[in-house]
């Protein structure tokens, strides 16, 4: 693979930055869909009971990241003419989204156990397929900068594309939920249409998301790929931030939409719900390059995740009578999450370069699927929580009303949950110790070792262990 030092690499064109969020709004017509609809789906379609549901989250996902971190090594033994990463938008996002309609289509007529080993199957799969496209479209964007405003800028791209489909989903779901005579029917349709789009948009980001940044890495050893995450401090803050983060991002993903049925008293109000909240993150995906440019990321990721916390309290206390105020918290949630979320993969892009001066190592699929690993066991853990806590709260499947308990326990799983578990995520990144200055020194160190300009490159590297 042709080298070219990442100096001489011209700047990106917003084509590329286009090409790249189209590549994330792809992967949310899956992932989004079975986070937003997915448990709706078990407990009013298939009538899996909400705790049972819960369960098959918690054990999918959190085995799933196992299946994240083969994904990684798969994608750090990879080398082909069109690159690491971009041949895995090709051939593998087809699987994902075919299951995609296999994880909304349950065979009617099973009974209650074959439908949930149906289930624990269909979803199982899904999840591994979602890894090994998310894993190298997330590690794509270090071969395609080492320019930290660039890299701010893609992660942008990113959740801008991820907002967008979160709305469209809701816009296009939600009405369906509410009116649907045949609501199993509907989905399959959906789906098959999300189908072809997300392929659409597949092409489009392999076709203009070029990998740039490119240099010969021999092949990384599991024991090296090991060594290289053990001593990434700045990858494990962030990714046990990310965890704690995502528990509450899931669990009120998981009930916002029985937010709007039970404690608002209108289904209709999720579409409102849903649109308020992705303004919010559209309006933080649009200040944080800015607000990164003048303090950089970990202290927006902080600011971040205060409001985030502020949104929750909001959220958990607001009357349903008055659902402004409700809506005001989605929106203040929307601004926290799209912050986070957006940094997040700025933040990780920058520990792949920190990795590699530390150890000597470049290992950008161990680095991913090391978040991506965290990020399960938080995707699960919240979707699980919340699902527990409706179930244990007495929530009647497909009921039209629910008794006081429930409702409360819907509040605490949409509310109260996500501001209680950002605030240790807080705390944990309130010691990520890469800011800005480092990064840039780190990156000048890698380079002078790569031109060979470094008299004694064993002596930087151990400088740099030293120094970290």
């Given amino acids: 693979m042709t080298t070219r030092p990442a100096d001489q690499v011209p700047k990106l064109r917003t084509v590329q930055y286009i090409g790249y969020g189209a590549g994330d709004f792809a992967n949310n017509l899956a992932f989004s869909m079975a986070s937003m609809f997915l448990l709706l789906y078990y407990t009013d379609v298939v009538g899996i009971s909400a705790t049972t549901a819960g369960t098959l989250f918690l054990i999918v996902r959190a085995w799933d990241g196992i299946g994240d971190v083969i994904a990684g090594r798969i994608v750090d033994r990879t ?15 087809a699987p994902l989204l075919l299951l995609l309609v296999v994880l909304f289509s349950v065979p009617g007529g099973l009974s209650q156990g074959s439908a949930l080993v149906y289930a624990y199957l269909s979803y199982a799969l899904f999840s591994f397929a979602y890894g090994l496209v998310n894993i190298p479209y997330g590690s794509l964007a270090t071969a395609m ?13 990113r ?3 991820t907002n967008l489909v979160i709305l469209l989903l809701a816009v296009v779901v939600s009405p369906q ?8 029917r509907s989905l399959t349709i959906t789906t098959l249409g999300l189908v072809v789009i997300g392929m659409a948009l597949y092409a489009f980001t392999f076709s203009t998301a070029k990998e740039r940044v490119q240099r010969e890495v021999e092949k990384v050893s599991l ?16 990714g046990l931030s990310s965890m704690l983060f995502l528990c509450g991002m899931f669990a009120l993903e998981t009930t916002a939409i029985y937010y709007a049925r039970y404690v608002l008293d209108n289904a209709g109000l999720y579409i409102v719900l849903v649109a308020v909240q992705v303004v919010g993150m559209l309006l933080a995906t649009l200040v944080i390059p800015t607000a990164v440019s003048r303090i950089g990321k970990r202290t927006s990721y902080l600011a971040g995740g205060t409001i985030t916390v502020l949104g929750g309290v909001l959220t958990a206390l607001a009357p349903g009578s008055v659902p402004a105020i ?11 999450i799209g912050a986070i979320n957006t940094l997040i993969w700025a933040l990780v892009a920058d520990t792949v370069e920190y990795g590699e001066w530390k150890t000597g190592v470049r290992a950008e699929g161990a680095t991913y699927s090391v978040l991506s690993l965290s990020r399960k066991f938080g995707q ?16 009647v499947s497909g009921a039209a009303t629910q008794g006081d308990s429930a409702v409360t326990a819907i509040r605490i799983a949409a509310g109260a949950v996500p501001a209680l578990v950002t605030i240790p995520a ?27 300009s470094d008299p004694d490159s064993r002596t930087l590297r151990r400088t740099g262990r030293q120094q970290s």
Avoid: C, H
Wanted: hydrophobic content about 45%; glycine content about 10%; aromatic content about 10%.
């Fill in 159 to 161: 959740a801008l594309a």
């Fill in 177 to 184: 939920i509410a009116n649907s005579d045949d609501l199993q």
């Fill in 79 to 93: 080398s082909t003419r069109w690159g690491r990463y971009r041949p895995y938008l090709l051939f593998a996002s």
């Fill in 326 to 336: 409700a809506f005001v918290g989605f929106g203040i949630l929307g601004i926290g």
């Fill in 426 to 452: 807080i705390a944990v990144m309130a010691t990520y110790p890469l800011t800005e200055k480092k990064f840039r020194r780190i990156v000048a160190d890698i380079a002078q070792r790569q031109a060979g």
């Fill in 380 to 395: 699960a853990i919240g979707a699980a929580a919340a699902a527990y806590i409706i179930g244990l709260g007495g929530y």
């Fill in 223 to 238: 024991r090296q790929a090991w060594d290289t995450v053990k001593q990434n401090k700045p990858l494990l803050r962030l």
């Fill in 145 to 157: 900068t080492q320019d930290p405003d660039e890299r701010s800028r893609l992660s942008s791209a």
